[in-house]
């Protein structure tokens, strides 16, 4: 079977940090783009960043931007998701997915959600004090 298993999701204080990992089952991460995708109670699932299958590439929204990063473990087939300065408005379920049709990618990634799969359990991050 092929999903991702997450972890490192916590309650947190505001300004705290988190990482989050995206361990792959089944399949390599370094095939894909992976993205990494949050669902905030009564909201749309939104796509909040992505790392490019070469790895060359990465993408945040611009409500995470210079707060989060993104990145690869190759040897260990897991991604990272390293959350600084953590706001209430972060609190949510954040998934990681790939993109299947990706596999051939030499460009940048793209965190649709659409595009996505190999969707994991989630794991949820708190903010608050």
């Known amino acids: 079977q092929l999903q991702f298993v997450e972890s490192g999701g916590d309650l947190v204080q505001p300004e705290g940090s988190l990482r989050l990992s995206c361990a792959a089952s089944g399949f390599l991460v370094d095939r894909y783009d992976i993205g990494w995708f949050r669902q905030a109670p009564g909201k749309e699932r939104e796509g909040i960043s992505c790392i490019s299958r070469r790895g060359g590439y990465t993408k945040y929204t611009n409500s995470v931007k210079g707060r989060f990063t993104i990145s690869r473990d190759s040897a260990k087939n897991t991604v990272y998701l390293q959350m600084n300065n953590l706001k209430p408005e972060d609190t949510a379920t954040y998934y990681c997915?790939?993109?299947?049709?990706?596999?051939?990618?030499?460009?940048?990634?793209?965190?649709?959600?659409?595009?996505?799969?190999?969707w994991g359990q989630g794991a949820q991050v708190t903010v608050s004090s």
């Open positions: 997915a790939a993109d299947p049709g990706s596999t051939t990618n030499t460009g940048p990634c793209y965190p649709l959600d659409f595009n996505y799969d190999y």
